[in-house]
């Protein structure tokens, strides 16, 4: 059987976060990852960037705004299989624009007066 070792990139570095993972699945708010012995961990806001089965590893990313689009897609799904309208599908898409908004502010203060 062939078992993962998870890292996740996060703010310009990397930590390793599990061994032995064999089970991933994504969420609404991120990754729940298993181990063979079934023990599970929840990753909040990480998102899956590469799977490499020759290497054995898992890597994530943590992307707040990934997840909250995830969420929103979910939502819009239930929404068409349904047939029924959804008041959440708004307060997810608000979720998801203060959460750019803020990214570009941050940005902006760090970078902004800056040329190359």
Not at 51 to 78: A, G, M, R
């Amino acid at each position: 059987m062939c078992e993962l070792k998870v890292s996740i990139q996060k703010g310009g570095h990397v930590d390793d976060v599990a061994e032995n993972i064999i089970y991933a699945k994504v969420t609404n708010s991120g990754l729940i990852i298993k181990d063979i012995l079934g023990n599970s961990k929840k990753l909040e806001n990480a998102v899956i960037t590469e799977i490499n089965i020759n290497k054995e590893s898992l890597t994530l990313s943590y992307q707040p705004i990934l997840t909250k689009v995830q969420h929103f897609q979910n939502i819009t799904d239930s929404i068409i299989s349904d047939g029924q309208y959804s008041p959440e599908l708004e307060s997810v898409w608000d979720e998801i624009k203060a959460e750019a908004d803020s990214t570009i502010r941050d940005l902006w203060k760090k970078f902004g007066g800056k040329k190359n």
